[in-house]
């Protein structure tokens, strides 16, 4: 449109064009004849000829440029006021967007809007997950994961008459919980854990839903990259696949044990693979929406982005450990180690169990020895808070952006908190309330390093050629 309204122009304004011509050919002459001639006051030195000549030629350049630009401009707005100031305002817009985007690669390319759509779109998914995981904690807590003894990917409908439930009740009672655990056990507790395992399933299938929905509406709508969609995509079907990884950590529990001693439970590796799987989905959709709705961290000067980058290279591996620390809480979980040992800070009366080292070979007891994965566990949490700390300590006297020096406080609060909970827990003998916020505030600890690693990462070149040494103060 605007290049056929341009050719319009051209050709029923020749006179705008034509006084924008007059205009600079006046303003070369005038800058030639004002100036004197070199040659008649140097003509014995060389140097001074050549260096008059250049001089007058720069003068002359920009003399030239300003004069044609305010004249021509001028005739042109004369004659067409209604045009001037909107092209120039575009081409202004355009320039500055392109000054702008230098080295930056946008993930969601179709304007603000859409930026802002996919971006709470993203977000709410990334709290979707969050909240299947709480519920999935409470389904353990309450010992309502093995009350479904089948599974279909599609999902059912839940039991609709007595007849029904009846059915769902004598399929329970061939399961080993019900016959080691739960024996005697009425339909009315039977119907709090069903409910409670069908919630869970059914909840992951319309998160599945709503995520698929807005995701093809977007690709069809062209709102997002190929770079975007690639990475959804994966997280999509990872998505789907953590149903499977859901059924076969339910399956193990339904076999019979192997000792008559031991309590049915699913396999504490099939665990820690079902809540790290969820932990990364989650990650991965929060950290996209970051970087959709944040395309560049927050910098304002190069002192400011000196002082993240010697945040960020302590704050990863602290990320890193805080990440392992709550797959090992996976595996404390899987154990039921949290109903041993409840005394702190010692285990029992000592401070190492006699037996964690006796399962052979050697390194199943990192995994299956409830003695070992227990102190573990506690060994992970504290090297964590040190670490956080240690974090805190080191960037106090740095020259950050406030946001980030707010986040570092903000987490190392996060990590003594999470760290009274576990305690708590523990001291408690494993209640569902104080064991659900435990698992909460793992993920939101884990939330808190992912946006501190977001906020002090590289800013984009063009960011940075445009940053002055030091931050304005106001």
């Known amino acids: ?65 300003r004069n044609s630009i305010i004249y021509g401009f001028r005739g042109l707005h004369r004659h067409r006021k209604d045009f001037c100031v909107p092209s120039c305002r575009t081409m202004s817009t355009t320039a500055s967007a392109c000054i702008e985007n230098e080295g930056l690669k946008f993930l969601v390319t179709a304007g603000p809007h859409a930026q802002k759509m996919v971006g709470i779109w993203l977000f709410a998914s990334a709290a979707w997950v969050f909240s299947m995981v709480v519920l999935g904690g409470i389904t353990r807590l309450t010992r309502s994961g093995l009350s479904m003894t089948d599974w279909k990917f599609t999902g059912s409908l ?30 009315d507790d039977f119907k709090f854990i069903y409910w409670m395992e069908y919630a869970h399933r059914m909840w992951g299938r319309a998160l599945g839903i709503m995520f698929a929905l807005p995701f093809s509406y977007f690709l069809r709508k062209r709102y997002i990259t190929v770079r975007l969609g690639l990475r959804l995509s994966a997280l999509f079907a990872l998505g ?34 079902h809540l790290t799987s969820a932990f990364v989905i989650y990650c991965g959709l929060f950290w996209t929406a970051l970087s959709v709705v944040l395309p560049e961290p927050p910098a304002e000067s190069a002192a400011w982005v000196r002082g993240a980058a010697k945040v960020k290279r302590l704050a990863f591996p602290v990320s890193i450990l805080v990440g392992i620390t709550a797959v090992s809480g996976a595996f404390v979980a899987g154990n039921d180690a949290g109903h041993a040992f409840n005394t702190f800070p010692k285990m029992g009366n000592t401070w190492i169990p006699d037996d964690v080292l006796t399962m052979k070979p050697l390194i199943r007891n990192f995994f299956e020895n409830t003695s070992t994965v227990q102190l573990d566990h506690r060994i992970l949490a504290t090297a964590t808070l040190i670490s956080i700390g240690g974090l805190w300590w080191s960037t106090r006297k740095l020259d950050i952006h406030p946001a980030i020096r707010s ?24 209640p569902v309330s104080l064991g659900t ?3 909460a505030g793992a993920l939101t600890l884990l939330t808190l390093m992912l946006l501190l690693n977001h906020t002090v990462r590289r800013p984009s070149l063009s960011l940075l050629k445009s940053l002055p040494s030091v931050a304005r103060t106001t």
């Open 437 to 439: 916020a435990h698992q």
């Open 407 to 430: 986040l570092i406080g903000s987490t190392v609060g996060m990590a003594a908190l999470q760290v009274t909970l576990g305690i708590s827990t523990l001291l408690s003998y494993v």
């Open 158 to 187: 839940p039991p609709m008459s007595d007849k029904d439930w009846l059915i769902e009740f004598e399929k329970y009672k061939q399961s080993p919980e019900y016959k080691r655990v739960n024996k005697g056990m009425n339909i």
């Open 240 to 273: 789907a696949g953590q149903g499977l990884i859901g059924w076969w950590m339910v399956k193990s529990g339904l076999e019979e044990p192997a000792s008559e001693y031991v309590q049915p439970r699913v396999s504490p590796y099939r665990l820690a693979a």
């Open 1 to 65: 449109m605007l290049e056929s309204r341009l050719i319009w122009l051209l050709k029923g304004r020749s006179k705008a064009l034509n006084c924008a011509y007059n205009n600079v050919k006046r303003s070369v002459n005038r800058v030639w004849n004002e100036q004197p001639s070199p040659l008649s006051s140097s003509l014995l030195n060389p140097s001074r000829v050549f260096s008059s000549v250049s001089s007058r030629s720069i003068i002359a350049t920009r003399v030239t440029a």
